[in-house]
């Protein structure tokens, strides 16, 4: 099905090629555990030429969509039969956007950051690198405001789980059968793959 609808044009990805976007950075004490290609294929959205913090995409999430709406994206579904507007459009797409960064970054291969969110080779759909936005969206709407997220953060992105919140928000994604980790699809993770041999390792490894 095809969805017709207005989307600001600047919503866009912006790629940090040749090493130089944050995925990329490898503090000293992790030197000896980065990946070599670590943040090769680092990419950052912006809409309206701007960054979106974590909290102002979830406050976005709780003005102009449902719950139910942010598990379809999760699950890689766009909402459908839904008259959506573009204020409940442009919030699922930073959602989406900020998801695809997710699973780009984090995860098992040589061009990623080591994520605790990394799919098990052998149950493509057992967790998956944008779980850990998918948790506190569940979070964040149980709440019903970001003010009690405020803890859970830094520098305006949202940190680890401690184990509570892990059992009680996270947990529950685990084993979703719809929502398949991106570079546990074949086909796409050896595109990236053959792109990647051809790359230099990230010069701070």
């Known amino acids: 099905m095809k969805h017709h609808f207005e989307v600001n044009p600047n919503h866009i990805f912006e790629y ?3 090493y130089s976007g944050l995925m990329a950075y490898i503090k ?3 030197k000896n555990y980065a990946r070599k290609k670590q943040g090769l294929f680092d990419i950052k959205g912006t809409m309206s030429k701007r960054s979106l913090t974590h909290n102002e995409i979830f406050q976005m999430l709780l003005e102009n969509a449902t719950i139910e709406q942010c598990y379809c994206i999760w699950r890689g579904i766009w ?3 839904e008259n959506l507007t573009n204020e409940n459009i442009n919030a699922l797409l930073a959602l989406l956007m900020l998801m695809f960064e997710q699973e780009i970054n984090f995860g098992n291969e040589i061009f990623q950051r080591k994520s605790h ?3 098990l080779t052998n149950i493509p759909n057992s967790k998956r690198p944008r779980d850990l936005l998918m948790g506190y969206v569940v979070y964040v709407f149980e709440k019903g405001n970001i003010e009690s997220l405020k803890q859970y953060e830094q520098f305006g992105t949202v940190r ?4 509570e919140l892990k059992v009680k928000y996270f947990d529950i994604l685990e084993n979703d059968q719809y929502a398949l980790a991106l570079m546990s699809r074949p086909d796409i993770v050896q595109r990236f ?3 990647a041999a ?4 990230n010069p701070g490894v």
């Open 79 to 81: 909402p459908a039969n």
């Open 117 to 119: 969110f990394s799919p």
């Open 198 to 201: 051809d790359k230099e390792n």
């Open 193 to 195: 793959r053959d792109i």
């Open 160 to 163: 680890m789980p401690n184990q």
């Open 16 to 18: 940090k090629k040749n």
């Open 28 to 30: 000293p004490k992790y």
